[in-house]
Nanobody, 121 residues
Framework: QVQLVESGGGLVQAGGSLRLSCAAS????????MGWFRQAPGKEREFVTA????????LYADFVKSRFTISRDNAKSTVYLQMNSLKPEDTAVYYC??????????????WGQGNQVTVSS
């Protein structure tokens, strides 16, 4: 079982930056692809980005458009989401997830508690 604890969310003005962190418990972090998803009020959870176990491969949703960067530190069992040029439409609860590297919600078996990101205009 993997437990994921997120941190780093908050309130930021449009155009600003935030970095989310997701720390995993246990020694099995390297076995998992890691993803970030988000859910805005009244909307379905959507894929944001994912990174392979080694960190070599990455996937990004089209709306990211080079604004976001995912990275991982396997020695620290932590995955990061650097978000730049934030827009009000990026406002959502952001979730990290561990599972098979993909953009599909269904391949991720373990989820963090969610972290609110609010972007003011």
């Amino acid at each position: 079982q993997v437990q994921l604890v997120e941190s780093g969310g908050g309130l930021v003005q449009a155009g600003g930056s935030l970095r989310l962190s997701c720390a995993a418990s246990g020694r099995t972090f390297i076995m998992y692809g890691m993803g970030w998803f988000r859910q805005a009020p009244g909307k379905e959870r959507e894929f944001v980005t994912a990174i392979s176990r080694s960190g070599i491969s990455r996937l990004y949703a089209d709306f990211v458009k080079s604004r976001f960067t995912i990275s991982r530190d396997n020695a620290k069992s932590t995955v990061y989401l650097q978000m730049n040029s934030l827009k009000p439409e990026d406002t959502a609860v952001y979730y990290c997830a561990a599972g098979d590297y993909s953009s599909s919600f269904s391949t991720y078996k373990h989820w963090g508690q969610g972290n609110q990101v609010t972007v003011s205009s």
